[in-house]
């Protein structure tokens, strides 16, 4: 019940496509739901994140399209560009009392070629 | 820009051995996390830490790993008797506050592995 599935596990776009990453979760105590970025050898970086009482939102090529009835999400990259390729992992949030604890996807590594 | 920084950004150890994982997170930050990522899949959480306590800690953590913040600037992961599978990324986080809206900032990881 903790699981974040995510899809696909990997992705090939060419530039100025649409790069579009799934997710779903079943545990609906889960409160936030940031996208995290990550290159190799780098720590993952937050990209975009939403609130469970927004359907979509929007900062500049990047979208989260968030349906809570059907416990989905996704982000969408627009005009996807080769500086984009990366692994994006999506997670979920929970306040633990303690802190905010993450439960993250398995990953999609987003190749985008020229 | 604040950062998270974790040193060494390569340990290689003998099956065993104790570790310590070290980071220093950001120094207003108040909760501070450990994460792992084995190389591949996805990255699992570990541990929370407020307040120089754990407070939320995964099935992963067991009694081979402890936390630490020994001074006012570090956060230590130590892995008392290293396992072939401990081989992973370990990553620190810290957080400005417990909330929504409250962003995680990572560590670039620290690459443990285990021969």
């Known amino acids: 019940q903790q699981q974040v599935k995510q899809s696909p596990q990997s992705l090939i776009v060419q530039k100025g496509g649409i790069s579009i990453i799934n997710c779903a979760y079943e545990n609906t105590a889960f409160d936030y739901f940031p996208w995290y970025q990550q290159f190799p050898g780098k720590g993952p970086a937050l990209l975009i994140a939403i609130r469970p009482d927004v359907s979509e939102k929007k900062e500049g090529r990047f979208t989260i399209s ?19 390729s990366a692994t994006y992992f999506c997670a979920a949030q929970i306040l633990t009392g303690g802190g905010n604890k993450l439960t993250f996807g398995t990953g999609t590594q987003l190749k985008v070629e020229l | 820009e604040p950062e998270v920084t974790q040193t060494p950004s390569h340990q290689v150890t003998q099956m065993g051995q104790e570790v310590i994982l070290r980071c220093v997170p950001i120094s207003n930050h108040l909760y501070f996390y450990w994460y792992r990522q084995i190389l591949g899949q996805k990255v699992e959480f570990l541990v929370s830490f407020y307040n120089n306590e ?8 067991d009694d081979q790993f402890s936390v630490e913040r020994p001074d006012g600037s570090n956060f230590t992961l130590k892995i008392r008797s290293t396992k072939l599978e401990d081989s992973a990324m370990y990553f620190c986080a810290s957080t400005p506050a ?4 409250t962003e995680a900032f990572f560590g670039q990881g620290t690459r443990l592995t285990v021969v």
Do not use: T, V, W
């Not at chain 2, 417990?98 to 809206?101: I, K, M, S």
């Open chain 1, 66 to 84: 968030f349906n809570k009835s059907a416990k989905q999400f996704s982000l969408h990259i627009m005009d996807s560009q080769p500086g984009d």
């Open chain 2, 54 to 61: 754990i407070s939320e800690k995964s099935e992963i953590f």
């Open chain 2, 98 to 101: 417990e909330g929504l809206n």
